[in-house]
């Protein structure tokens, strides 16, 4: 399973990224606003910033809803750098847009997934990744990860190639229930990442060796 960090901040994609765990970078509109990036020409240098750090796999969301605006803004983000995915929102347009980006050979990732059904379109259309938000699910009581195995299942089944990227993702268990259904890659903030380094029983098991370490060393 591939980690990509759910985030515009750029020293949380360093200390991420110096991890040695980080596959990729998924960003939305909301991610950008939160880090103070507006207009058009510092959005376009703050996702070369990113590319600049990793290794590849950093989602750039287009802001338009229409099929041209979607081809003008997508073309002009994969222009910035190869490791740019497009995202694109599962709407009517996002589809036909998916479609034209797959056939030129530029990366997508379908944003806004909720359903096995428009996973099924997202990946007719040849997304390169979907990604279903689990945690919204969640927060309006439906199993965000019954989702993301309903899918897994499916595109098996299918033979489609597009990969499952579950987003929205809220905790670390959230990352090891995602691991036991089979997506294919979970992207997740900084702090859920972490949070698998640890266990109380760690603490005090490393606590105990350095102790007796040091009695018998003086
Ligand atoms: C990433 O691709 C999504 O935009 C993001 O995970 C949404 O997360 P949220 O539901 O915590 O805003």
Redesign the pocket.
């Known amino acids: 399973m591939q980690f990509f960090i759910?985030t515009a901040n750029l020293d949380q994609i360093r200390e991420a990224h110096a991890l040695g765990v980080l596959d990729g970078v998924?960003?939305?509109p909301?991610?950008m606003a939160k880090e103070g990036i507006s207009g058009e020409q510092n959005i376009l240098n703050h996702y070369k910033a990113i590319c600049d750090i990793v290794d590849d796999n950093v989602?750039a969301?287009v802001i338009s809803t229409d099929y041209e605006g979607m081809i003008r803004e997508g073309e002009k983000l994969a222009a910035i750098d190869d490791k740019i995915v497009v995202?694109v929102p599962m709407i009517k347009d996002g589809i036909k847009a998916i479609r034209y980006f797959t056939d030129k050979g530029i990366r997508t990732?379908c944003?806004l997934i909720f359903s096995a059904g428009q996973a099924i379109i997202a990946a007719k259309a040849g997304a390169t990744f979907i990604?279903p938000?689990i945690?919204?699910l969640d927060d309006i009581s439906f199993d965000g990860i019954e989702l993301i195995q309903q899918i897994v299942d499916i595109y098996d089944i299918q033979g489609f190639e597009t990969q499952v990227?579950a987003?929205?993702?809220?905790n670390s268990l959230h990352i090891v229930k995602c691991a036991e259904a089979g997506a294919h890659v979970v992207?997740?903030?900084l702090s859920a990442i972490t949070g698998l380094l640890n266990h109380p029983l760690t603490d005090k098991g490393l606590a105990q060796f350095l102790a007796d370490h040091a009695k018998a060393n003086g």
């Open positions: 759910d998924t960003t939305n909301s991610l989602s969301e995202k990732n944003t990604s938000f945690g919204r990227l987003a929205s993702v809220r992207t997740c903030p």
